[in-house]
């Protein structure tokens, strides 16, 4: 049974930090990938950020690029999701998946057979 779990949510303000962690378990991750998506209130879930668990390629959403990175750390089985320099915009639920899409499709949640429970991400002032 594949298992994520995310945490590590929180407040910040406009301009901090903040660090998700996703791990997983259950299973062989090797031909997976691992994303971020969020859902802000009455807002569509969107497509944050991604990692390859073989070989550790990135992928980024615009919105995020530059302030955001994600890493991931094998030997512990968990996935990070770095946030710097944070926006109000960044306000919502943040949720780690995991699946295997081809790199054109790395962005659509429908692609992710696994999801964790959300963590919840505040900015304000």
């Known amino acids: 049974q594949v298992q994520l779990v995310d945490a590590g949510g929180g407040s910040a303000q406009p301009g901090g930090s903040l660090t998700l962690s996703c791990t997983v378990s259950?299973?062989?991750?090797?031909?997976?990938?691992v994303a971020w998506f969020r859902q802000a209130p009455g807002k569509e879930r969107e497509f944050v950020a991604a990692i390859r668990w073989s070989g550790g390629t990135t992928y980024y959403a615009d919105s995020v690029r530059g302030r955001f990175t994600c890493s991931r750390d094998r030997v512990n089985s968990a996935v990070t999701l770095q946030m710097n320099a944070l926006k109000s915009e960044d306000t919502a639920v943040y949720y780690c998946a995991a699946g295997r899409p081809i790199t054109s499709a790395m962005s659509t949640a429908g692609m992710y057979y696994y999801w964790g429970q959300g963590t919840q991400v505040t900015v304000a002032s």
């Open positions: 259950g299973g062989s991750f090797n031909t997976y990938a």
